[in-house]
């Protein structure tokens, strides 16, 4: 069984930072591509940042690109999310995703995690 687990959420400023990490743990044969999501109240979830499997092809939703980061963590199957600038638009619950292929589509990965709240408020 696979499992993720995130961690790194919190609560920040307007234009404060934070790292979200997520690591998969179980029966991980390979690198998974990985990828954050988030779902504010009242909104369906949205696709955020994803790598593949090397970490050498990413994807960022354009309300994101350049002030968030997606990168791999020490593990072959960890990942970071690393948000500058944040936003209160920002906030929501962020949950990382773990699949084959690097996909901006929920519906293309295998295992999620259980999320962890971002809140983005002075």
């Known amino acids: 069984q696979v499992q993720l687990v995130e961690s790194g959420g919190g609560l920040v400023q307007p234009g404060g930072s934070l790292r979200l990490s997520c690591a998969v743990s179980?029966?991980?044969?390979?690198?998974?591509?990985m990828a954050w999501f988030r779902q504010a109240p009242g909104k369906f979830r949205e696709f955020v940042a994803a790598?593949?499997?090397?970490?050498?092809?990413?994807y960022y939703a354009d309300a994101v690109r350049g002030r968030f980061s997606i990168s791999r963590g020490n593990g072959e199957n960890t990942v970071q999310l690393q948000m500058n600038s944040l936003k209160p638009e920002d906030a929501a619950v962020y949950y990382c995703?773990?699949?084959?292929?690097?996909?901006?589509?929920?519906?293309?990965?295998?295992?999620w995690g259980q999320g962890t709240q971002v809140t983005v408020s002075s």
């Open positions: 790598l593949n499997w090397s970490g050498r092809n990413k």
């Open positions: 179980g029966r991980t044969n390979s690198a998974y591509a």
């Open positions: 995703a773990a699949g084959i292929d690097i996909s901006r589509s929920g519906s293309s990965y295998l295992y």
